[in-house]
């Protein structure tokens, strides 16, 4: 009878596994856990069937991606210079782990504390390995099911493959280098000397790693049906690589000073190698291009955009520095509505399943659960407390593509007064006798970033809608308008808005939330990184990807190219010919483009320590809006928010990593911790 109940749980579950790693589908999915309390290990294996649920299973223990804030699986926007939150309290009450990360709570004895059975914590360490073990269990077993067609056994194992290949990605970009193990399935209950293993080198994991993306993508289909969005695809494969290739380039992992400075004194005890090469190989370059460059040349994706219609506010006509500029898109910024086009694709308004930008995405109900309920004003039901920072603000330019500073010489930009006229723009609504810093800015500001005195539009409810959040220290939703214990208001004056609908309520009639989806990597990540790579190589390197050989070097209008396009989606002007011909100028604007392009989603985290840049960002400390001004004159003044020690970020070059777990380190001997801890 309990193999009866058992079987007719595998086979619901089957039903409802075609989304890989779908927040909907994962009670569903756990159903391995059945295999391995219930079964002979052997059971999993009998048949097609079996197999396939023990391999959706294993994915399925993979933390939601967008789950980067609260209860986060990883550092996330809070461990770095875009993104902070009021809420104070010691390691051991914090929920919010990217604060206690950069604020030196994380140790190889806590990662944050989760409040129930489906919270995580930084320590993912052992997860990832139960994942690899369960994948490596599988491709072991291939030949077991005698109803396994080839053709099924090809797509398992493509899977399977790109399953362990995603573990050993989450490894190196939150640990470091990994512990190999190849297709060996671990055995359990065996002396301390079986499991005791030295870490692989970075080179050696990360070479790895991408050989292992390389082996699935082979076998992985092209083109995934709307009903399966969340299942990865060959150009998801495609893009982790060139998302890797791009770190592996970087200075922090490809020699030089950076590298030096970091992990020179790094060597594996074993037998006394670098972990981190410190010699510098410009052809990582070339190969990052080279991967990026496969990605576009496949001619699936491109910038999600968004039809111009008479709502779309006209082009600035004072912009000069591009001749392109008013260019039908993809060549220039015309035909377009930049807002919409970029908005869309984060509050649930376009479809992700068709959406030609995302190369892989999932369906989740974290962004509202948290990241939008965190960011709605007290008064309509929401915490106001996740923050993105001045820097943030300061960092977007003006619709006209000059930065702040250009644009203050004309007025365009100013730091006093407030505009005197509403405007509505791409059915985006702003007041009049809003400040004049938030005036004239580029369209991913407004679908970003919250500051005070910006509409909630909270249009599914029928009581509480066209709200105008006040930020004032006694307006309703201001630091003195809470009540005295809650951190309930923005200590920045400005909340990542980046993931609400225009329809989006928690409180009054009718509310509702439109679901979304996450990214996990679009195209717009594609673009700037071939730019980036592009920009870093002096020679003409030949790389080999697959059975295709690109002959790689610099090329001014490629770069252009494909930088321009992002901006040209903005409703920027792109690159000039005179800027490209600046390998410093052209980094400069790919950092910032980044910056704000990627806003909250998992980029900046891991770009500022390639870059080699963290120790500068953390030095610079956050600011924002003065939280204690009840009038607009002491409100908009730039201060460094809070005094408690818990929002004291720690300037340490440990901080590039998360530490390995102490329990590891005692049970495995040969095992190197990571510098710092």
């Keep these: 009878m309990k193999k009866q109940l058992i079987k007719r749980i595998v086979q619901a579950g089957l039903l409802v596994t075609t989304v890989f790693m779908s927040s909907s589908c994962k009670d569903y999915l756990n159903i391995d856990n059945y295999f391995d309390d219930e079964f002979n290990i052997d059971s999993a294996f009998s048949n097609t069937r079996n197999i396939e649920a023990f391999m959706w299973g294993a994915a399925s223990m993979f933390p939601d991606e967008s789950n980067t804030v609260r209860f986060g699986f990883t550092p996330g926007p809070m461990a770095t210079d875009e993104g902070f939150n009021g809420l104070t309290g010691t390691g051991t009450t914090n929920v919010y782990y990217g604060m206690d990360f950069v604020t030196g709570n994380i140790t190889p004895d806590y990662y944050g504390a989760g409040a129930g059975a489906n919270d995580y914590n930084l320590n993912q360490w052992n997860r990832y ?3 690899i073990r369960k994948a490596n269990s599988i491709l072991a077993n291939l030949d077991v099911p005698r109803d396994l ?7 398992i194992e493509g899977y399977t493959r790109f399953i362990r290949a995603y573990a050993y990605y989450n490894i190196i970009v939150d640990y ?9 399935v671990v055995n359990t209950n065996e002396p301390i000397e079986y499991y005791d293993r030295p870490r692989a080198t970075y ?5 790895y790693t ?7 993508a082979a076998l992985m289909p092209k083109e995934i049906s709307i009903l399966d969005f969340g299942r990865p695809s060959q150009g998801a494969a495609y893009a982790l690589i060139a998302r890797l290739r791009l770190i592996h380039a970087s200075p922090l992992f490809n020699g030089g000073p950076v590298a030096n400075s970091y992990f020179g004194n790094w060597t594996r005890k074993t037998d006394n190698v670098h972990y981190v090469s410190q010699q ?3 052809k990582r370059w070339a190969v990052a291009a080279a991967a990026a460059k496969r990605v576009m040349e496949m001619g699936k994706y491109k910038l999600y955009t968004v039809v111009a219609d008479a709502n779309t506010p006209e082009l600035p006509k004072n912009v000069t520095s591009d001749p392109n500029f008013y260019s039908a898109f993809p060549n220039g910024a015309g035909g377009i509505d930049a807002f919409k086009s970029y908005s869309d694709i984060f509050t649930g308004e376009a479809v992700p399943g068709i959406n030609p930008e995302v190369i892989w995405g999932r369906n989740t109900e974290y962004l ?9 004003p007290p008064s309509l039901g929401g915490w106001g407390r996740f923050c993105v920072t001045q820097k943030v603000v300061d960092a977007y330019l003006m619709d006209d593509g000059r930065t702040k500073e250009e644009a203050s010489v004309d007025g365009y930009y100013s730091e006093t007064g407030f505009t005197t006229s509403p405007k509505r723009f791409s059915g985006y609504p702003l007041n009049s006798g809003v400040y004049n810093m938030y005036n004239n800015r580029e369209m991913r500001f407004y679908a970003s970033v919250g500051f005070n005195e910006a509409v909630w539009q909270a249009g599914s409810s029928t009581t509480l809608n066209n709200y105008t959040a006040k930020y004032y220290y006694q307006d309703a939703d201001g630091r003195g308008g809470v009540t005295a214990t809650s951190p309930n208001y923005p200590i920045t004056g400005y909340v990542i808005k980046k993931y609400n ?3 989006d309520a928690f409180q009054g009639t009718g509310a509702r939330r439109i679901k979304k989806a996450y990214s996990i990597i679009r195209y717009a990540e594609i673009l700037l990184s071939y730019a980036e790579a592009l920009n870093n190589i002096t020679g003409s390197h030949s790389v080999q990807l697959g059975d295709k050989t690109y002959t790689i070097s610099r090329d001014a209008e490629e770069i252009q190219k494909a930088f321009n396009q992002v901006r040209y989606r903005a409703g920027l002007p792109g690159l000039t010919s005179s800027q490209t011909g600046s390998r410093a100028e052209i980094q400069k604007q790919i950092e910032r483009e980044r910056m704000v392009e990627f806003l909250w989603e998992n980029r900046r985290y891991y770009d500022v320590r390639r870059w080699g840049i963290m120790e500068e960002t953390e030095r610079e400390p956050i600011r924002g809006m003065n939280p204690d001004g009840a009038t607009k004159e002491t409100y908009y003044q730039r201060v460094i928010p809070g005094t408690s020690s818990f929002l004291t970020r720690v300037v340490d070059k440990k901080l590039v990593w998360v530490p390995i777990p102490r329990t590891e380190m005692r049970r495995l001997p040969s095992l190197d911790q990571n510098p710092g801890y």
């Design 368 to 376: 509202n659960a948290y990241i939008n309920l965190g960011s709605f």
């Design 501 to 503: 609908h225009p329809m």
């Design 210 to 216: 991408c050989a292992e993306f390389e082996k699935a």
């Design 129 to 131: 390995y139960k994942i």
């Design 203 to 207: 080179d050696e994991t990360m070479e």
């Design 149 to 155: 067609t080839n053709a099924d056994r090809l797509r």
């Design 280 to 282: 510098y190989d410009e």
């Design 176 to 184: 470091g280098p990994a512990i190999l193990l190849g297709d060996e």
